[in-house]
Nanobody
Framework: QVQLLESGGGLVQAGGSLRLSCAAS????????MGWFRQAPGKEREFVAG????????NYADSVKGRFAISRDNAKKMVYLQMNSLKPEDTAVYYC?????WGQGTQVTVSS
């Protein structure tokens, strides 16, 4: 069974950047798609970005297109989310997801 552990969150000023990482355990990491989701206070969890098995054709929520980039390293069993030009509305707990499994989340706070 896969286990996921996110890291890299923190406090950043608007316009700044952060890189989130998600470390996966399990032998079959390269056989499933991965995604990043986020949940802001009082809101439902929403899709942010997804990436397929080989790392090609990522897809993004409209709200982050052109600012965020998802990538994966199957050899290291890692998924990344590079977040640039951050906005206060990006403030949320960010979660990694794969094979229906969720990580514990990492807090991202963007100050104005």
């Amino acid at each position: 069974q896969v286990q996921l552990l996110e890291s890299g969150g923190g406090l950043v000023q608007a316009g700044g950047s952060l890189r989130l990482s998600c470390a996966a355990s399990g032998r079959t990491f390269s056989s499933y798609a991965m995604g990043w989701f986020r949940q802001a206070p009082g809101k439902e969890r929403e899709f942010v970005a997804g990436i397929n098995l080989s790392g090609g054709t990522p897809n993004y929520a409209d709200s982050v297109k052109g600012r965020f980039a998802i990538s994966r390293d199957n050899a290291k069993k890692m998924v990344y989310l590079q977040m640039n030009s951050l906005k206060p509305e990006d403030t949320a707990v960010y979660y990694c997801n794969g094979q229906g499994t969720w990580g514990q989340g990492t807090q991202v706070t963007v100050s104005s």
